[in-house]
């Protein structure tokens, strides 16, 4: 009790002692129930008899109301000089030791290649150098060990791998990343990585970690080479999944389609997939006062937040337009929900992989049209709406937003179908 005041203390913090000693009054204490029991003394005996003890080891300093004094305890103070002895008669280790333990255990994160996680660092360790716990668990060091292990070894991943491989070649243990990291490991991504997913899924996958191996969706003209074999998926009704090592040593030497459309949710992918040839997207010619439609192109599905496969075929797919030798660089468009996740993730996609992304069906007028079918959202979405709204780098999502706030509703992108009417882009 009285180490535990003397560890919550200002003295403990600052490591000087203060005027005030840790201290209790008997009457107020979790002894009081036992020693003012009137039925059995013989428990104010023994609490007398170990304070007694502890006074003669000037460990702590007992007082007595006057006249009272052998008979009701006052007061007990624990004397700053004899608190290793406390300690020691406690059976604990100290709070001081067990903290350096911790920033001992923690001090390699100092110099990890990812800056949020030298971010979260430089925050711990600033606090349990003031003596404070950060949050953290002093009793479990084993676990911070292991968690470190865990970010040490997220940087060398190059493809998403699944948790259970990922554990038992780091931990030794298939479960253990899953029963002693996990959670961990999800409420530091959550408050420090530099991106706001929607999942705990997509959270872990931005480190390289997958519950299981997710493939890469596409379908549509387009022709890729992995060593010397040639593929055209566009001979492929239903198109291909990839697996992400297919991804990395593939080469796309071809896009024959005359649009690219990453679509965000699973079911509006197969319909676009089975149905692509309904799908108009608007190209940037015109003709007099005529949209061209064209016809079908390539489709990818993005899956919310692209995981890493998905990244690097992007990544892939921009080389191609951007190289030199091509001469057709087909625009690329992100259909997705209308709301604060699906304007997220087309950002996403925007700044990240592909420069020159341009919404699809998601603007005021698709809003609009689609608005009967709307979800109704509260105070708190629409608070995490007004925060896009105000941030420049959403400014031309900012209509929609404005749309979406006024109206209290975000629309899913099922409920547009794949055969929606497309609205009039600009030239």
């Not at 209790?24 to 059995?40: H, I, N, Q, V, W």
Request: hydrophobic share 40%.
């Amino acid at each position: 009790m009285l180490i535990s005041k003397y560890e919550g203390s200002r003295s403990f913090q600052t490591g000087t002692p203060g005027k005030q000693r840790p201290q209790f009054a008997m009457k107020k204490s979790p002894l009081a129930g036992d020693y003012f029991d009137e039925m059995d003394h013989r428990k104010r005996e023994a609490i007398h008899a170990v304070l007694a003890e502890l006074a003669a080891a000037g460990v702590v300093e007992v007082t007595w109301p006057r006249f009272q004094e052998g008979r009701q305890v006052e007061k007990v103070y624990l004397n700053f000089d004899a608190i290793p002895r406390a300690y020691e008669l406690a059976g604990l280790v100290p709070r001081a030791e067990r903290i350096y333990r911790l920033r001992q255990v923690l001090a390699p994160l100092a110099s990890h290649p990812w800056e949020w996680v030298r971010g979260w660092w430089a925050g711990v360790n600033a606090a349990l150098g003031e003596r404070k716990t950060a949050g953290l668990d002093l009793e479990d060091l084993d676990g911070y060990e292991e968690l470190v292990k865990v970010l040490l070894a997220l940087p060398e991943l190059e493809d998403s791998t699944p948790e259970r491989v990922f554990s038992q070649r780091v931990l030794g243990d298939s479960k253990a990343f899953e029963q002693r990291v996990k959670k961990r490991l999800l409420a530091i991504l959550k408050s420090y990585s530099p991106e706001e997913y929607e999942t705990d899924a997509e959270y872990l996958d931005s480190v390289g970690l997958t519950d299981n191996p997710k493939m890469v969706l596409v379908a549509g003209p387009f022709t890729f080479r992995v060593g010397g074999t040639a593929v055209d998926v566009g001979e492929l009704p239903g198109g291909v999944g990839l697996a992400a090592h297919t991804v990395r040593v593939m080469e796309i030497t071809a896009v024959t389609a005359p649009w690219v459309l990453l679509v965000e949710n699973l079911t509006s992918y197969y319909q676009v997939v089975q149905g692509v040839s309904e799908l108009a997207v608007p190209s940037r010619e015109r003709e007099g006062d005529r949209d061209l439609a064209i016809p079908a192109g390539l489709v990818v599905y993005t899956g919310g937040f692209p995981h890493r496969g998905v990244q690097l075929f992007l990544r892939r797919l921009q080389d191609y337009r951007e190289s030199p030798g091509t001469t057709a660089r087909p625009p690329v468009y992100h259909w997705g929900d209308l709301d604060y996740g699906g304007i997220r993730i087309c950002e996403y996609i925007h700044r990240n992989l592909i420069p020159d992304l341009q919404p699809y069906l998601m603007d005021v007028t698709t809003y609009t049209r689609y608005l009967p079918a709307g979800i109704p959202f509260g105070d708190e979405y629409a608070a995490r709406l007004r925060h896009l709204a105000e941030d420049p780098a959403y400014a031309p999502w900012h209509p929609l937003l404005q749309a979406m706030l006024e109206h209290r509703k975000w629309v899913e992108q099922e409920s547009m179908g794949p055969g929606a009417t497309p609205p009039v882009l600009p030239p």
